[in-house]
């Protein structure tokens, strides 16, 4: 398999840009709870050519959610995590056997709502939080993660809802995401995605993404648990917003 640096057709000045998006996408991810992987495949949508937005978006989040987990492993809630895994399985299943061109926003629509629902509306119940609830939860992010590569606000929203200690929420929240981003290599690799094209802009980005985590988790120790989690509301509200503008504009209502 043939490396190169540079993909066909990609700048070396559009390559610098994803390298700062990644440092910046992972600062915000790691010192204010998310934000930070939406950013990113922004800024990659309008630079990158399509087909390769997704894949590239999953692997990048990936190692930067590995790096961010590593960091912060001892406040990881293991619990939540051995739930989230099944739904990891049987969502990215689910998606790669239906891997369809389905209107992106269907799913931008209903991931905003979800995300201001768990923000502002009433906490949920315990049911909805237990082994289950965090099961379907974990199986419905993953799966329209592999077509729309936005699942994050609404897994942080979720995740919010169980934790309100920042430190556990950051910890538990780029655990989960690095599961769910596990399979996306195996499902688009299977698709035929020329991955060694891109290999070596993706090392560099989760290495940039890494600097990021480092100095994201540096400003978190700055938050208070109640600041945090206003904050974080705060920002969610303003994705669910972007992705609600998004939808109306592609004429989903």
Not at 39 to 52: C, F, G, R
Not at 97 to 113: C, E, F, G, R
Not at 160 to 185: C, E, G, V, Y
Not at 195 to 202: M, P, Q, T
């Amino acid at each position: 398999m043939e490396i190169t640096l540079l993909p066909d057709g990609l700048a070396a000045g559009v390559a610098l840009l994803l390298l700062l998006a990644s440092v910046l996408g992972s600062m915000i991810s790691a010192g204010l709870g998310a934000g930070g992987g939406l950013l990113l495949i922004v800024i990659m949508a309008s630079w990158m050519p399509p087909a390769a937005i997704i894949p590239v978006h999953g692997l990048v989040q990936l190692g930067s959610n590995c790096g961010r987990a590593a960091l912060t492993w001892r406040h990881i809630d293991w619990k939540v995590v051995a739930a989230f895994a099944p739904g990891v399985v049987l969502g990215a299943s689910l998606g790669a056997w239906l891997l369809v061109d389905l209107p992106a926003q269907i799913w931008q629509l209903t991931i905003a709502l979800f995300v201001l629902f768990l923000c502002w509306g009433p906490k949920l119940p315990k049911a909805a939080i237990g082994t289950p609830g965090i099961v379907i939860a974990s199986a419905f992010t993953s799966f329209i993660s592999l077509f729309v590569g936005a699942s994050g606000p609404l897994v942080a929203a979720f995740i919010k809802q169980i934790h309100r200690d920042r430190f556990i929420t950051i910890a538990t929240f780029s655990t989960a995401m690095a599961l769910q981003h596990a399979p996306k290599a195996l499902v688009f690799g299977l698709t035929g995605f020329m991955l060694s094209d891109w290999l070596a802009l993706i090392v560099a980005m989760i290495g940039c993404g890494f600097i990021g985590t480092w100095l994201g988790l540096r400003l978190l120790n700055a938050f208070s648990d109640q600041r945090f989690g206003m904050v974080l509301n705060l920002l969610l509200t303003a994705l669910a917003l972007r992705l609600l503008w998004q939808a109306g504009a592609a004429g989903a209502w």
